[in-house]
């Protein structure tokens, strides 16, 4: 079983903010999802042993341009990107969509007052 961390009183302040600007809440989880990615590519490409060069020569691109996608700094990246990036390291990727967590929770409470 595992023990529940206290929170501190930072963590209880950015939670009280999440959940009084639902638009924060879902600016900050998008990040986090990013952030995610950027881990996830980076990983792989680790794991593999690969260096930012040997991927890019893989992919038939430059290391910055590798760097710039595992760091976050490519906006709108493309599903085929992340598809080539994956093969080229013996992956494969998963779109998964599904409903996100706050946002049945605060319609199923809007849909008991209302009921």
């Known amino acids: 079983m595992k023990k529940k961390k206290k929170k501190t009183a930072l963590m209880e302040w950015i939670d009280g903010q999440l959940k009084a600007d639902p638009r924060l809440a879902r600016k900050v989880d998008d990040l986090v999802n990013e952030m995610k990615l950027e881990q996830e590519l980076t990983g792989l490409r680790e794991k593999r042993g690969l260096s930012q060069r040997q991927l890019a020569k893989l992919l038939g691109t430059s290391q910055p ?11 709108n990246l493309g599903v085929n990107t992340l598809v080539k ?4 390291l013996g992956g494969s990727v ?9 946002a049945v929770a605060a319609r199923g409470a ?6």
Request: proline share 3%; net charge positive.
């Open 65 to 75: 341009y590798v760097a710039k996608l595992e760091s976050g700094r490519i906006k």
């Open 85 to 88: 990036y994956a093969r080229a």
């Open 94 to 102: 998963t779109i998964k969509i599904e409903p996100h967590k706050r």
């Open 110 to 115: 809007r849909l008991r007052k209302a009921g």
